[in-house]
């Protein structure tokens, strides 16, 4: 792990979970006490979530910390929510998604177009984001996180065979 400096804090950069990972099937916790703790692992999901290329949002619980936590980065937007609660538009479009808990394997996947996400900043202020495309594509994947959901759930049973067979070899 590598640690670095972030503001008052040093934060780690943490290895993620992989799909058997038991922790990315239970539902995460609501964040309560908005305090250094919290501050200091939405930087250290930030950091995690930069230190690898194509990296777009990254959820507490892929951390092993079962907290309604996610972070993201996309196409110039950027930031955080601590527990959000998303409204999807009825629009839905196909596209390919990966999950870093399942590191190299992609998969087409229909999703809503368009979100809105609600939820609180890492010091307990309300927080609005809107997104369109692949940003609301990521927010969708994130929150499944903290709902111990994972994408190939989304999946017909046929294909999340195909699918967990490529994920998880061996």
Sequence with gaps: MTTW????????????????????????????????????????????????AGRAGLAAPQVGE?????????????????????ELSERRITADEACLSAPGVWWPLERSYMVTARGRDMLGKPVTVRALGVLARVLQHEVDHLDGVLFSDHLEATERERFLAAALPG
């Design 5 to 52: 400096p972030m503001g008052e804090l040093r934060v780690t950069v943490r290895p993620i979970r992989t799909f058997d990972d038991p922790v990315l099937r239970s539902v995460a916790e609501p964040v309560q006490d908005f305090d250094r703790e919290l501050r200091r692992l939405v930087k250290s999901l930030t950091v995690t979530m930069r230190a690898g």
């Design 66 to 86: 079962p907290v309604r936590v996610v972070v993201y980065s996309y196409d110039g937007k950027s930031g955080h929510l601590v527990n959000p609660r998303l």
